[in-house]
Structures are given as C-alpha cells and as structure tokens.
C-alpha cells in the first residue's frame, strides 16, 4: 500500500526568505535574543518565541561538528532521489546500485548553530569524512526554492577561478520561470509504502470471497453476526469466531450519492455508495450500487450480489462486483431501523 | 497521602506479527484480558480509556479508531487518544482520576512497526520545511547525537554496547522480549556499523506490539490490587525542535528534583548512548536497578514501549522486587519530549 | 465541488483559583477540584487557503491573539495542549513536536490530542482538566489545520487493500 502526495507548504515570511535564498545561492541565518546566529533561521526564537529581526547572510562554507555514513539509503534522500533524476540512464545506475553518503552536522560560517544536511565526501566515501571538515554547498542545477535546492555539501572549496557550480550548470540559473519574485510555496512529495496485513477474521472473509461465499462472525456473548468480520465483537470486546454464512441478499439500510472527485478515489462520479445489511446479519457494510438511476436508490431497497465472473473471484471485496435492487418489495423499517 | 496508584500491567510479546492488523485490535485483547484477570475488573468498571498509538505509522488516517473493538464500546464510554506514546495516555487517565470524573482508568498503546518503513516515517517528525524533504532516517539522526557524545568525551562506543549487553542479559527473564541473550562486548564492537558509530546492537529492534496499564483512585486501588503502586510524582517536559541548535548530549534534569535514588528505574531510550543521557538526566548511579526488563533495546512496540516502562517499573513494585521505582518514556526525534512517572510502595 | 476549510484557532484557559502546586509534576491534592475558567481566546481568519503563513505562522497567529485577549504572555503559561486531527492532512507527523519552539512549549509539558472528528472538543476537555486536576495553573490549548498543504479528502480516503473503498471520506 502507497501512500503518496505532493504537499504544497506556503512558507510564511521567514521561511520565504529563506527558501529564496537558497534558490539564489544563498544561505541566510536568524540572530536570537541570546546573541547566537540560527542556521538555518527559526521562525520563533527557542526561548523567547518571538520571531526574528532581519535575516543575514552566513556562509556559504562550513565545518562539520558531526557526521554518520549511510551504506544502505533509502528512496527520496539526498543523491538517492528517484523521482527527482531525469536521466534514464543515471536512473538505471540508481537502481542498480543506490548511492551511499553521509549526514552531518555542518556550521556554517557565521553561524553557531549548525545545520543538517547531506555530504558527498567524494571518491574518498566514509574515510573521507571527519568532525572538522570544511564543506561547501552543491547546489542544485534546478533551484526553485526548497532545503534540496542545496544537493548537498561536498569538500570542494570553491576558488575565485571556480566558484561552487550548480550540478552541472552554471552560476546564473534561468530556468526559473521567474527568478526575481520572492519564493512563498514549496512542494514536499511524500511517498511512503506499508505492508498491510489481513488479520485471521478478515482473511477468513477474504477466502470465502475466493469461493464465491459470505463469511460472517458470531459474538459468543451477544449472539451478533458482523461481516467482514474484525476479530473481536465491537459491543463486547470479545473475540468472535464463529463462522456464519449469509446469503448475498440484503438490504440498503442508508446511503449516499457521491458526486466529488478526489485523487486517488477508486470510482468515477456520479455513484452511489451505500451501507448494505445482508440477510442474517447485524451490522452493514460499504458497497457500490448500480442497474438503476441514482435518484431510485432508498433505505429499505433490496439488493442482491452481483459477483464477477467466476474465473475472477479472488480474495478481495471486490469478487462482489457491486450491488443491484432485487426487484423485491422494499424491508420494512423495522428490520433494519436498529442497524442504521 | 498520594491519590491514584497503578494496579494492572500487561504487555504483549513483542515480534514481527503477521497475523495482526495495523489496527492492533488483535493484540489488545489478550493483554485486556490479562489486566482484567489481574484486578478482577471487566471492562464496564473502566471509567475513562485512552490509548497512544500513531496514524503514520499504520499508514491510515484514525487508525485508532478501529483498535476500541478490543474494548466493546456498549454502553458508550469515556474515551480519548493521543497521537504519541502510550505513556501520555497514561498521563491523560491519571489527570482524569485526579478530577474526579473517573476512579477506574485503562490506557493502552499499540504499534505494528513492521508494516512501515519505520526510519522514513520517523523523518516526517523532523521540521516539515527544514529537513523533512531530505527524509533524515531515525537512525541516521542518532547517530549524529552519538558521534557527538563521543567527541565531546561523555561515552565511547565500548560504554554503548556495555548498556546493548546488559539489556539483552536481563532480557532472558523477559517473555515479552524480541531480542534476548548473553552476548560479550567483543563480539558486538567486531560487528558492522549500521550508521557510524552506531551498529545493530546500538538500535531497538522493529517490531509489533501492545501494552496496557490499569490505573486506580486511592478508594479503589487496595481492592484491586494487594501492593499498588502509588505514583509519587509524574511530569513531562518538550525540548526545542531545532536539532541543530539544542544540546543534544545532555539534558536538563529530569523528574523529581529530590528524594533517594529509586530501586528500579525503566527507562525508555531505543538507542544505546540515550541511556546514558538519560541516567545523568535523572541522577541515576549505581544503586539502581536500570532496565531489568531489558528496556526498549530488547522490545521496542512504537507508541507502547513507553508505556511499558511505567508498566515494568510499576510491576517492580506490585511483584514484590522492588519498594520504589522510576519510569520513563520518550517521544520525538533525540529525545525531544521526556516523561517521568515515579512510584512506591506504602 | 466542495470547500476544504483550512482553519487555525487557539484558545487559552485559565483558573485563578487552581490549586497551588508550580513546575510540572508531583501533585499532592487534597482539596476538592478546582474551577477552571476561560481567560482568553483567539482565531484566524477560516480561509481555504492560507498562502501566507507556514503551519508555525498559523498557529501563531491564533495563540497571539488569545494570549492578547488574556492579557498574558507566553512566560504566564505552564503547559501547552495541541489538539489536531490525523497528521496526513498536513503530512507533518506528530506536528506537535515541530511546533515547540512556535508555541512557547519549549522547557514545558505538551500533549497532544487526537480522537479524531472530537478533537476540537476533546482537546477543551484535557485542557481543562489539567487545571480542575490541579495540576497547572494556566494551560494554552492549540487546535489546527491546515488542509491546503494537501487534500482532506485523500487523506480521509485513502483505498484500503483487499477492500472496495467507495466512501468519500469526511471526517470521522
């Protein structure tokens, strides 16, 4: 399971400037009410909670106060970023052999706090890096105003001759749209993956699905039968195992018509999502209904499983298609009043 | 007279759990069903429930939620969350006996950390605009704080894997323990770095797990259980978010600023060398019994193990082994929020 | 096509009457609980979008002005609660943590509540006890969001394996 968005952060005047900074090579600090210059700059003062004065310039080198090395890095940090690469062939290389580097705490001239960041010590890999080291910024070739406008830091001293390029472009950076306004926004992907697991009761669920069956669960102590089945009687707190097969027939016992869109919604609007209580059992559950407007759609309207086909039938809720009005008279409100 | 004493403690065996749902219902039950054993209370004598667990941990918006079918919520109940360690469940629940408004409370705290890409969601706690988008990974971060301990001349890397040894040695005597067993410091300073200068042995194992304390009013406590343990103090303090602008090798003391030395101290560090930050915060020597459960570094159920330490250290005194003890739980990245409950028996 | 409120608001609770015990622990209490009262209160503006401020700004914007309406400064305040929904609608884990420093939290105890949909009311419940409890004197309660970092409805609908999610989450 993925879950993954762009967030879009507005920056507020602190950290506008300073993202601006960055995407023009430049890194600025915060002098505190104790005296100490912050960099990067905090937004409110640690100990007196009061934002900052004018921002200064600090840098662009720095001495590292410490350091660890990375062997196995992960997707999305520094040097290691997938998405970001839009070489395929540098992307290719990646997969194959992700590129291990360093974290250090650097503080940067002028500075007496220290930032943290990644370091590149370059083909001298972890025994290149030590407490004490001077490094300077590798920016990136890209800048748009963000912590990764910095790649990373690396021991390359810039020289008059040489002043510290982006990676692999020039100083002056045009590719910025507009360069001269003042960053506000920045966008941070987040992309993080788990491994969802089934429990034994909805795994239980899930094969009978597989078979074209509906499983439900009995509370032993107040007799309720729940499909799909969670483990443990939500009324009780005690563990149901019974097994209780149910028809797929039932009842809409409430129900929406879902117009929105949203990213990542599995169906496309107009639908109608409704809470189904089959036959025998007490509690509903979420399915889609469709073979009719809509607008026809009511509490207390039959339905009936309509399953895919059966080569198809697999351990997943959607072996059940969708639901579809049965044709019967409407339930009446009593038989399913109490499951609303 | 102190007023609410702890008198029910139960944790589960910590591990990879794949037969569990992110939703830590099915490690709940049973550890309920322990407490309720312990005190002979059913869950309609609890008057107030709170419980600690993490929605980006179980990749899922109000993951709690599901987790109070473990509590059979008919008739409605009392009911609140916290979005950090069990621990501060446990706070909340106390605060609320201290009200009034409830005699009898359960916290609980749940953390399936093996379905998660732990060192990468952990990043997400670090500042949003500042290093978030490098996604610091949690032990990266650390080791940053333990190279500079080392520099500074306050550990070495030999003291980190004295506190690894211990703790996997007392460890034995844990059921509920994921890592256990004698290990000499040889063998674990021969052994790889993970994130220079720390190694495997240096970092809490990944894994899944619950646990869960019952608190109760000084009317309630001496019939529920025969030797409560009386909570003497409990606080908690936040230190700057600013990583780089803290003191990362020492923090301001810690718990109550006076009194003897406890004879058990719990203490809640995933890593080696926050041990021993940890002890200099409180002002632990050596007449104490650190860890004896093996603390964190043999079972690190996120969002619980906190919450396992006031539990261990409160079981020190309900078993007999101990008249007075410390826990302690943390939240945040390098110690960035610290809880301290202490107790005693009367 | 709906509006996602983005919204910030502070509140800051106070009781003059709270029994004595200062610092952040160790509460012996032996007098019935105490009364706490409302002393100041203090919100944003409830835009969708809020481009000029970062989450800190946000929230600081409301603290301010409930510490105004007090007549307090942040030194007068104990402890700090923040209350605040899941953490995905701002990607931001544990957001209580980042927060510190903005919120004159650093040195003090913070908590953080989260029971879903109730947070704004459950976080005015914990607050409100720590001072019936006796436990602080004044206590500054902090509930936000910040929706337009990202999209409220993904973050409450976010498709579960193994099941049809057909719902358009909203709350909870």
Known sequence: MEIAFDYTRSLGPVLGQFMTGLRDQRILGARAADGRVHAPPFEYDPVTASPPGELLEVGPGGTVVSWTWLPEPLDGQPLNDQAALNDPAALNDLAAQPRPFGWALIRLDGADTAMLHAVDPGPAGPAGMRTGMRVWPRWAAHRVGSIRDIACFAPDEPTPEAPAPAAGDTVSDNTAPDHAAPVTMTITPVRLRYLHTASPAESAYLRGLAEGRLLGQRCPACGQVYIPSRGTCPADGVPTDAEVELPDTGTITTFSVVNVGYPGQQVTPPYVAAAILLDGADIAFQHLILGCDPA???????????????????????????????????????????HI | MTEVAVVGFAQ??????????????????PIFGQVYAQTGLTRRDIGFWCSGSSDYLAGRAFSFVQAVDAIGAVPPIMESHVEMDGAWALYEAWVKILTGEADIALAYGFGKASGAELRKVLALQLDPYLLAPLWPDSVSVAALQARLGIEAGRWTEKDMAQVAARSRAAAVANPSAQVAGEVSIEDL????????????HDCAPVGDGAAVVILASAERARELCDRPAWITWFGHRAESAALGARDLVTLAPLGPPDGPPPDVAELHAPFTHQEIILREALGIG??????????ALVANPM???????LGCAAQAIMTGRADSALGHATSGPLLQQNLVCTMEAQ | MTRQPVSGGGYAESSPRAAAGGGYGGILRSSPQAKAAVLGVGQTRHRSKRADVSIAGLCREAVDRALADAGLTMSDIDAVVVGKAPDLFEGVMMPELYLADALGAVGKPLLRVHTAGSVGGATGIVTANLVQAGVHRRVLAVAFEKQSESNAMWALSIAQPFSTDVVAGAGG
């Open chain 2, 303 to 309: 969002f619980a193990a906190g919450l396992a330490r």
């Open chain 2, 12 to 29: 589960s065996p910590v591990g990879v759990r794949d037969d569990s749902t992110t939703s830590g219902v099915e490690m709940l039950v």
């Open chain 1, 296 to 338: 026809d759609v009511h509490m207390g309207m039959r339905v009936r499983a309509v399953w895919r086909p059966r080569e198809q039938w697999t351990r997943h809720a959607d072996t059940i298609s969708h639901f579809t009005p049965s044709g019967e008279p409407d339930a009446p409100y009593e038989s399913y009043g109490r």
């Open chain 2, 286 to 295: 050596g007449t104490t019994d650190v860890n004896p459960s093996g603390g």
């Open chain 2, 189 to 200: 300073l021969a052994r790889p770095y993970v994130a220079d200068p720390l190694r495997a």
